[in-house]
């Protein structure tokens, strides 16, 4: 299983991205999707995650609720997450993630295969 993150960047706050996550190696639409960040000094952190299949149940952070949205195309192996009015307190690695285990989505344990990163920078 590979997990290819991409779309970090340098932004101003109050701007927008779409990060990308491509996946090979699993059949992507029986595994839900997660993404996870890490900013300098902190732990990792639960951002989003999306159901299996159609992906008809989300789940987010308390923290980017109402701005962040995760989405997934199983046609194209690639889940999503778009970033809208982002704050410096949103800079990190943005990690993608796939679910493997039962139990709680914001529990990194659930997931057993992670990307590599993609660093978000946003400035004030």
């Known amino acids: 299983v590979q997990l290819q993150a991409s779309g970090g960047g340098l932004v101003q706050a109050g701007g927008s991205l779409r990060l990308s996550c491509a996946a090979s190696?699993?059949?992507?639409?029986?595994?839900?999707m997660g993404w996870f960040r890490q900013a300098p000094g902190k732990e990792r952190e639960f951002v989003a995650a999306i159901t299996s299949g159609s992906g008809s149940s989300t789940y987010y952070a308390d923290s980017v609720k109402g701005r962040f949205t995760i989405s997934r195309d199983n046609a194209k192996n690639t889940v999503y997450l778009q970033m809208n009015s982002l704050k410096p307190e949103d800079t990190a690695v943005y990690y993608c993630a796939q679910r493997t285990f039962s139990g709680l989505y914001y529990n990194p344990n659930t997931y057993n295969y992670w990307g590599q990163g993609t660093l978000v920078t946003v400035s004030s």
């Open positions: 190696g699993l059949t992507f639409s029986s595994y839900a």
